[in-house]
């Protein structure tokens, strides 16, 4: 079945350094979406990628799918505490059926230090 | 207004017992979906509805049954738990099965004593 790889599974920067996640997936995906979760909240969706090669950017956040869209990037440029919590990649593939599944990365977990 | 509600946050039980969680969103999305969060983080689906019609159905134990009265409300009701079963349980909604931009819920964790 489809899986989505995500690295690194923690990442510790401090206030100001810069912060990037990358996810794979095994199969060619439809597109892949972006999650962020706080501790101890519930995932809150930041973005969805379509097409191949495309970027977004959200102010300090720039999102990657990349040209055989099978892999994509979250980028934060100089970090700040309300960043920390956990970013989850979810690759979606409709697989030729008329609905498909989201897959999760497995979550990158961020900690900011002051 | 809460769009993706779920009842109760907390759940806290002996092994063996049954419990439910219920899951009501009023953003008249024809999709549902049941995930389970483990300790690691690691987000799964159990099962997703579509207007009521069970769509997704991954490998979960029997003991774990969804049901969805209408396409605004689906339930997870689990019998006979175990240890295992330990977990923070999402309830997500999303506009349509192809569209797969989801909406979560608060959660409901669940610790199996």
């Known amino acids: 079945g489809q899986q989505v790889m995500q690295i690194p599974q923690y990442q510790h920067v401090q206030e100001g350094e810069d912060f990037t996640t990358y996810c794979n997936s095994s199969?060619?995906?439809?597109?892949i979406q972006w999650y962020k979760q706080r501790p101890g909240g519930h995932p809150v969706f930041l973005i969805q990628?379509?097409?191949?090669?495309e970027v977004k950017k959200q102010k300090r956040l720039t999102f990657q799918f990349g040209e055989a869209k099978k892999n994509s990037s979250l980028h934060i440029t100089a970090t700040q505490t309300t960043d920390v919590g956990t970013y989850f990649c979810?690759?979606?593939?409709?697989?030729?059926?008329?609905?498909?599944?989201?897959?999760f990365g497995q979550g990158t977990i961020l900690t900011v230090h002051p | 207004d809460t769009a993706v509600s779920q009842t109760p946050k907390y759940l806290v039980t002996q092994m063996g017992n049954d419990k439910s969680i219920k899951c009501e969103q009023n953003l008249g999305h024809d999709t549902m979906y049941w995930y389970k969060q483990d300790s690691k983080k690691f987000l799964k689906i159990m099962f997703s509805?579509?207007?009521?019609?069970?769509?997704i159905n991954e490998t979960v134990p029997n003991r774990f049954s969804p049901k969805s009265p209408d396409k605004a409300h689906l339930n997870l009701h689990i019998n006979s738990l175990e240890l295992g079963d330990s977990a923070v349980y999402f309830c997500?909604?999303?506009?349509?099965?192809?569209?797969?931009?989801?909406?979560f819920g608060a959660g409901s964790r669940l610790t199996v004593l």
């Open positions: 199969t060619t995906l439809s597109n």
């Open positions: 979810a690759g979606f593939n409709a697989g030729g059926t008329s609905y498909g599944k989201l897959t």
């Open positions: 990628l379509v097409k191949s090669g």
């Open positions: 509805y579509n207007n009521k019609e069970l769509i």
């Open positions: 997500a909604s999303s506009l349509w099965s192809g569209a797969n931009v989801l909406t």
